[in-house]
């Protein structure tokens, strides 16, 4: 399939904003018309602009599925000159039995010292090319845990790890 990504996006904006200027000089339409196509057309480039990166697989802050395959991870760690505050980035598989393959998502999630240690254990395991099975427990309100703690103490997700079985083949 032929796709233009980013530069097909731009390219019919351009011509959509070119089409409308030459409307907007040659038309005998009142100005209170000419205007109302203006402020649209830019009400749709904000819109698409904002909309956009989740079509490009930045991580969502959505909240990730409750059981999942452990592709990796990626720490940021906070930073007390800047303010910045620390994120770590998981790349997770939904799996609704271990025979399933859907698409890896990215997933962010608040900083805390709890995760972070767990992190690095299955990051060990990762290496060790020993899959890993992800578990958030109650995890209809991670994302909404997170935002509703306060910045004086850290609130951790609750998430398990587990070493997935290989899998089994059938004999010849």
Do not use: C
């Amino acid at each position: 399939m032929f796709t233009l990504g980013v530069s097909g996006l731009i390219a019919a904006y351009i011509l959509t904003a070119v089409l409308l200027l030459s409307i907007n000089l040659y038309s005998n339409w009142s100005w209170k018309v000419k205007a109302g196509t203006i402020i649209i057309t830019s009400l749709f480039y904000i819109i698409t602009y904002i909309s956009y990166p989740e079509l490009l697989g930045w991580p969502t802050p959505d909240n990730p599925p409750e059981r999942s395959r452990l592709i990796a991870t990626h720490v940021e760690q906070p930073d007390k000159i800047t303010g910045a505050e620390g994120s770590i980035y998981i790349w997770i598989t939904r799996i609704d039995n271990l025979a399933s393959s859907n698409p890896p998502r990215a997933f962010r999630l608040e900083y805390s010292n709890d995760l972070h240690e767990k992190i690095v254990n299955v990051n060990s395991k990762l290496d060790k090319n020993i899959a890993q099975l992800v578990e958030f427990e109650d995890h209809d309100n991670v994302i909404d845990e997170l935002r509703d703690a306060p910045r004086s103490g850290q609130k951790s997700v609750n998430i398990k790890f587990y070493d997935l079985p290989d899998p089994m083949f059938p004999d010849k």
